[in-house]
């Protein structure tokens, strides 16, 4: 089956542009997370949602990032007037159940370029 | 806070060698989840282990074993016989367990490990 499938796998947008990250998660899937991993670091915690709403959105940086998910599947991160500094490889994370551990599934990833 | 700290950021080794990925954390809870991750270049992250904090039986799987040692605060990643498919950036992480356990994972900066044939 397929994995967690992100789309475009790189984007180069000019700064102040707005842009948009889709992650198509493992059917059935209903917990979906949002990764940002800048240049030699580790990944960094966006934003979970379970189902349609988003249960913890602690991460997203400012008000700039905005994340949906509107039918419990397929999830967009939005990101408005980008900046330099929001160059990133952004990844999306799935997972089976819901409060009982299993692992999350995880995109190869959109590469995020600010020029 | 939650920290997850990778003091070794790049590590070379030749084909067959031993080596250990040092992992050390902090947190407050005194129920928590500990994970490795491999990274090859295709960015993909890739599942390794998950230990909780209950659990420190030491783990083998293979040419990989896992070493949980609570009293230093340490969860050290040891490949034997490395091989050049090893080479990857592994990344340790941890996650409170009530956040869902595998919700919201603080990650460290990585090991980049390079295996010469």
């Known amino acids: 089956g397929a994995g967690v499938s992100q789309t475009p796998s790189n984007k180069v947008t000019e700064k102040g542009k707005y842009v948009e990250l889709r992650c198509d998660p493992i059917s059935g899937h209903t917990a979906l997370y949002w990764y940002r991993q800048s240049l030699g670091q580790g990944p960094e915690f966006l934003i979970y949602?379970?189902?349609?709403?988003?249960?913890?959105d602690s991460g997203l940086p400012n008000d700039r990032f905005f994340a949906v998910r509107p039918e419990g599947s397929v999830s967009t991160l939005k990101i408005q007037r980008t900046e330099r500094g929001d160059s990133a490889v952004y990844l999306c994370?799935?997972?089976?159940?819901?409060?009982?551990?299993?692992?999350?599934?995880f995109g190869q990833g959109t590469r995020l370029t600010v020029v | 806070a939650q920290k997850v700290t990778q003091a070794q950021t790049e590590i070379s080794v030749v084909e067959k060698e031993d080596v250990t990925l040092d992992c050390v954390y902090e947190t407050r809870d005194t129920t928590y989840y500990l994970f490795w991750y491999k990274q090859p270049p295709s960015g993909e992250l890739v599942f390794l282990i998950r230990r909780n904090s209950f659990d420190e039986q030491n783990e083998i799987s293979g040419r990989y074993s896992w070493n949980f040692q609570k009293s230093t605060s340490s969860f050290n990643f040891t490949i034997t016989a490395s091989q050049v498919v090893d080479s990857a950036v592994y990344f340790c992480?941890?996650?409170?367990?009530?956040?869902?356990?595998?919700?919201?994972?603080?990650f460290g900066k990585g090991i980049t490990l390079s295996v010469r044939p």
């Open positions: 949602f379970q189902g349609t709403g988003a249960a913890d």
């Open positions: 994370a799935s997972s089976p159940n819901r409060g009982v551990y299993t692992e999350a599934f």
């Open positions: 992480a941890l996650s409170e367990a009530l956040s869902g356990a595998n919700s919201k994972l603080t």
